[in-house]
């Protein structure tokens, strides 16, 4: 499951919580 913590930037989320914020992060952004 860890293996589909892909953010954004094409990165491995090393916590879930590291993963969920950049999305947040990358939802905010106009």
Known sequence: EE???M???DE???S???FVNSWK???IDP
């Open 12 to 14: 491995l989320a090393q």
């Open 16 to 18: 879930d919580s590291e």
């Open 25 to 27: 992060d990358k939802d």
């Open 3 to 5: 293996d589909e913590l």
């Open 7 to 9: 953010m954004p930037s």
